[in-house]
């Protein structure tokens, strides 16, 4: 079970760390994982490990679809392979490989794709993916993950990389809120309950967790009691846990770091109106492209942040 | 297994009537590609690949990559010749729910090694596959066909890049030189200037032949034992549609829909020069 240690603090380590060491770490235990890179081995820690060990730690350089292929045939050879790059090229510059090279195929492949959403920040634009989730989620079976903090993406890379089919894993390269604690269990497809509350549902994955847990702090001081959700498997989506939640409180507000469109909130809907039709509404990128700023300032300008939520959990009780 | 020129040209012809026979069962279907790169698979198949067709996906075996999946039904015939299945099984070609699609998938059809379709996305598996191969200690080649309107693609360039800086010697990639693609003559759509001046200045041993002759593809593949530390590129200059005149001088012979008749001809020709040849019944 996942240990909850929420107190609104930043995690001491950043992703860039935790990601980096615990790939070296699978290739350290494992001869069959292999790591393939787009020229950004730096951004993530590897690149003395890939001067080390360059059969095990292999850079690509800036060539993304031939990444995803080669991922596919050294998987074909009986390997393990994870494919890192920023999230746009991991996903809409090589969603044919991966779909065919690899889904297709029969190949399977983890693919890590950094800096989602506003995390791109000073990358801007032309680096902000608000679609990665809606392409991936169109892949057969694919597995697709938005990680919350250091301890879950270092306990569940491990059982990814196991994990038949397609598996896309979006997150950051700073630090979020620290939200488990060591030796937390994961289960992929199961998400968490941070927080029990009976007037609505707050579904978040990623960096929302926290903008979440801080809203649902703000609304209980109004008298709103949300149950706040880590969504953190946005396929398979948790049902059972999405159901059991809405039945109970009657609303639920999805709050993502993507466009409103194929994503996180695109799942629970259909998953509601096919099996307990509920008020729902959703804290994500209106159908936007992205732009270039420090992270807060995005998380204002596409309305991701705390006072969002409560503003729309303020609106959505109110359709009950 | 043989090095027998006679036999290989019988095998080659055997396996242009097989595609025709696949195709003449659907009634229509890729025909020009498949007989310009009939006999470099009589070839691979009949004297160079080290395969078990009892077992086909045995670790340590050559493995071939058709990234011009669309010519699966001379692919097709060529694995039923080996031993792979039942011939009929081919003629099954495009019928629903067949194990022999238009394009090479290799979760249906035992003996291909990777499915393919996509133009371009083969070459990525293809040293994929032969950089794994060559990680996990085995000794086994790989022969990657692609096509010269494939090279349209980028993402060849980007496989074959890799796969020298790699220096993957166990690679040989072979360019299906027709000089067609589906719309025409590819010097006329997007003009490749040489594929031979371009694969040696992306670091290939290189060499260019006449594709349609076994012996000279032979030679040419045999040749690429003695280069090692570089990935071998051999352009083979094809005909689009060799083996059937009638084919040959169609301009648009991509895709076909023949008349019955007329297809019933084609595979008439080919049963006729396969009964006049030498070199016996091919011996897996």
Known sequence: ?320 | MTNNVNALKKLAAQIRLGAMEAIQARGFGHVGGSLSVADTLAVLYGAILRVDPNNPKWPERDKMVCSKGHAGPAVYAALALKGYFPYEDILTLNQPGTNFPSHCDRKKTPGVDMTTGSLGQGTSLAVGMALGDRLKGRDSRMYLIVGDGELNEGQPWEAFMFAAAQKLDNLTVLIDWNKKQLDGFVADINDPQSFAAKMEAFGFHTQQVKGNSVEEVLRAIQACEEVKGRPHAIVLDTIKGAGIKEVEDTFSNHSMTPKPEVIQGWVQILRDQIAAMDGGVFDA
């Open chain 1, 1 to 320: 079970m996942p240990k909850i240690v929420y107190d609104g603090s930043l995690d001491p380590r950043t992703f860039k760390d935790v990601i980096g060491q615990t790939i070296i770490r699978l290739l350290e235990s494992d001869p069959d994982v292999i790591y393939v890179d787009a020229d950004l081995m730096s951004t993530i820690g590897t690149y003395k490990y890939h001067q080390e060990h360059p059969d095990r730690a292999i850079n690509m350089g800036v060539s993304e679809a031939n990444m995803m292929g080669v991922a596919g045939g050294l998987a074909a050879s009986g390997f393990k392979p994870i494919a890192h790059t920023f999230g746009p090229f991991a996903s809409r510059r090589s969603f044919d490989q991966v779909f065919l090279s690899a889904g297709y195929a029969g190949n399977d492949i983890t693919v890590i794709g950094t800096d989602p959403g506003v995390c791109a920040a000073f990358n801007g634009g032309t680096h902000m993916p608000f679609e990665d989730v809606a392409l991936y989620r169109a892949i057969p079976t694919a597995t697709i993950l938005d990680i919350t903090d250091t301890v879950m993406f270092k306990t569940l890379l491990p059982q990814l990389i196991e994990r038949p089919g397609v598996k896309y894993i979006r997150v950051g390269r700073k630090q979020n809120a620290k939200v488990y604690d060591e030796g937390s269990a994961f289960e992929v497809g199961k998400s968490i309950r941070l927080r029990e509350g009976s007037d609505l549902t707050i579904i978040a994955c990623g960096i929302m967790v926290h903008e979440a847990l801080q809203a649902a702090r703000i609304l209980s001081e109004q008298g709103i009691h949300a149950e706040v959700l880590d969504m953190f498997t946005i396929k398979p989506l948790d049902v059972e846990g999405l159901l059991h939640s809405a039945k109970k409180t009657g609303a639920v507000l999805v709050a993502e770091n993507h466009n409103k469109i194929g994503g996180l909130y695109a799942a629970v809907c259909e998953a509601l109106a096919f099996h307990h039709p509920t008020p729902a509404a959703c804290v994500a990128v209106e159908d936007e492209y992205g732009e270039v700023g420090p992270q807060d300032y995005l998380q204002q300008r596409f309305g991701l942040t705390k006072e969002h939520i409560v503003q729309v959990a303020q609106d959505l009780i109110k359709r009950k």
